[in-house]
């Protein structure tokens, strides 16, 4: 079962990212969601604003001629028959005036609807947008780290949703504030009094929910990585790339029963708080109730004595109730204005992530022949304790193959993401044709360079896509998947394919066919070739899932293609490593060992004992 922290017994810890949020900062975020949702669609948002205030001004207009009908009709019964008819034709007059006014006010209702419906679609894809855009930006390191995932799930499970809420919920409350105002004006001719008590009835179950909008939040951020342990065995379950795994180990059941175990918990502390927020929510709100109906009473003791007639009396009563509604729907708008900051800081928690600017602009270096060199080279992941690659001196010129040996865990992937600039080194110097990475362009860097690492993906997206994907520049040239799958030996198996490189690859989508695992592995291989002018080609197990016979035909393809080229080959099949013009056997990030295939044996080290163990095997 996953171990996840807990908070504390009677609450739970404040982190920095609530403590930043506290207070009146909590509102920070509201302008910048309204200029988010501003930016993403002027006419709608303008929309929104004015068929707000439209919204709020209408309610009390209506209630106002209202009045002034009830009045009109007791009159023309008074007047009736010397001046009943005008009066009548008078009343019929206001009747037609509030039929109008009220259809105004549901267009205007249907007008917000319609708004927030294309602005919700419209403001979810932005935002989504710039998440994805900011993920982008973000070093290689930070996908390896557990605390930056939580806040990437963070973001992405409610900051879709928030702006837009928090946008409609900043014009509820001006709608309330107006709408406020024009009963306001209205009641304190009947008494200031009615003004002050609407206010204060609802102010005990506007701080209660405020409250407890704090609380769910800081649930919400304590248990990001129980939603997130929770997707992932649903994924296990549900995918089917662990398909096979899963039914053949019968993990199913066991994933399951920690699927409903953290759900259990989960809603355990949902539940908790629902209850405790309703039943403090029915307490208050009766304060409400009782102030509302102490109101009836004393209006309508007001017009039994005849201080007020009886198309006021109903003016009023209707302004009260209305008023309370406004007031609770204002009061509940800044409550929900404090809820959504919480939220969306979540968001602006994972778009204010440091990025690691490139300060390089290179595009070649001043010394092509100098190829590569890590000159005392040492790396630490981040949170890591030993260093995975630790003062590690290697070179390789243009024409050689470099094979990196050694066991899982040795340095060996690590070395390679130092050299594509997926990482920074902790300590000395990598630099290409004579120049340090750091003072290079980084999209110039990796055009020069062609990967294929151990762990390829699988795009679930056309054959020939998953070749161009090598070189975004080319990605839809036809011509250039054909000559790259020609190099990496996949042409011929991709024409026999139903739809030959138009072939849709993998199970998640429609008539999708899938791969043997050596067949993707040249898929993956062709990709690396259709980077035409990459000066190095990095091989990281390219032919694990192939038979002998491939992977012998593969590194004769493979040399025929590099000559001119610089080539680093990660294998653990000695057959193939042998064949390299400069080995370097590597230990704990460590290189223990160099040379060539013959020099190796010779010192009869670590090198020749694996190779003479593996050799053993085929005796």
């Known amino acids: 079962m996953v171990s996840i922290k807990r908070p504390p017994p009677g609450g739970y810890t404040q982190t920095s990212a609530t403590k930043k949020t506290s207070g009146i900062a909590i509102y920070r975020y509201t302008a910048a969601a309204i200029g988010l949702t501003w930016s993403t669609s002027r006419a709608l948002t303008l929309g929104l604003g004015l068929l707000t205030i439209l919204s709020g001004a209408l309610p009390a207009l209506v209630a106002w001629i209202g009045a002034q009908i009830v009045d009109e009709v007791l009159a023309a019964t008074r007047l009736y028959p010397t001046q009943g008819f005008a009066v009548s034709h008078h009343a019929l007059v206001l009747v037609s005036l509030e039929a109008a006014a009220v259809a105004i006010m549901s267009a205007s209702q249907r007008g917000l609807t319609t708004c927030q419906s294309l602005l919700r679609a419209q403001l979810g894809q932005r935002v989504n947008e710039m998440i994805l855009e900011k993920a982008l930006t973000l070093d290689l390191a930070q996908f390896e780290d557990s605390e930056f995932y939580d806040k990437l799930a ?16 900043s014009f509820t409350l001006i709608q ?16 200031a009094w009615t003004v002050a008590v609407l206010a204060l009835a609802a102010l005990p179950a506007f701080i209660a929910e405020t409250k407890f909008s704090g609380d769910a939040f800081r649930l919400f951020r304590w248990r990001a990585p129980e939603t997130r342990m929770q997707a992932y065995l649903e994924a296990m379950l549900a995918r089917e790339d662990h398909a096979k795994e899963v039914k053949l180990y019968d993990l199913g059941p066991l994933f399951l029963e920690r699927y409903k175990s953290i759900f259990v918990k989960l809603y355990h502390s949902d539940r908790n708080l629902t209850i405790r927020r309703d039943v403090w929510g029915f307490l208050l709100g009766l304060i409400a109730t009782a102030t509302l109906y102490v109101a009836y009473a004393w209006i309508a003791v007001s017009a039994i004595a005849a201080r007020i007639t009886l198309g006021q009396m109903t003016m009023y009563l209707m302004l009260f109730r209305q008023g309370q509604s406004a007031l609770s729907t204002g009061l509940t708008a800044i409550g929900g204005l ?34 590569i060199r890590f000159e005392a ?6 949170g890591a304790t030993k260093p995975a690659i630790e003062q590690l001196s290697l070179s390789i010129r243009p024409g050689e193959t470099l094979a990196l040996v050694g066991e899982n865990g040795s340095g060996k992937t690590t070395l390679i993401k130092l050299l594509t600039g997926l990482y920074a080194p902790t300590e ?16 110039a860097l990796r055009a020069r360079i062609g990967v294929i690492f151990q762990d390829f993906a699988h795009y679930q997206l056309l054959a020939g896509e998953n070749v161009g994907a090598g070189d975004v520049t080319r990605f839809e040239d036809r011509q250039r998947w054909s000559e790259a799958a020609t190099k990496g030996l996949a042409d011929t198996f991709i024409k026999e394919l139903p739809s030959g490189y138009d072939t849709q690859l993998g199970k998640w989508f429609q008539d999708g066919r899938e791969l043997s695992g050596g067949q993707w592995q040249k898929v993956a291989l062709s990709r690396a070739f259709m980077r035409s002018k990459a000066d190095v080609l990095v091989l990281d197990e390219p032919t694990a899932a192939m038979d002998a016979a491939a992977e012998a035909e593969i590194f004769e393809h493979v040399r025929g293609h590099t000559q001119d080229r610089m080539t680093i080959l990660i294998s653990h099949r000695f057959s193939t490593v042998r064949m390299a013009d ?35 095997g085929y005796r």
Do not use: C
């Open 176 to 191: 309330s504030i107006i709408s406020l105002t024009s009963y306001g004006l209205i009641l304190v001719r009947f008494s």
């Open 154 to 169: 963070r973001a992405r499970r409610e900051a879709s949703s928030r702006p837009l809420s928090l946008v409609m919920r």
């Open 338 to 371: 404090y809820e959504d900051n919480l939220y969306l800081s979540n968001l602006y928690e994972y778009l204010e992530q440091p990025v690691r600017k490139a300060q390089g602009t290179a595009t070649q270096g001043p010394d092509p022949a100098a190829g």
């Open 377 to 382: 080279v040492s790396f630490t992941y981040p």
């Open 428 to 443: 000395g110097e990598v630099s290409f044709e004579g120049l340090n990475l750091t003072l290079w362009d980084p999209a």
């Open 582 to 616: 400069h080995i370097a056997v590597l230990e704990h990030g460590r290189i223990i060992e160099e040379g060539n295939h013959e020099q190796l044996m010779q010192r009869n080290g670590r090198y020749a004992h694996l190779f003479s163990l593996q050799a053993r």
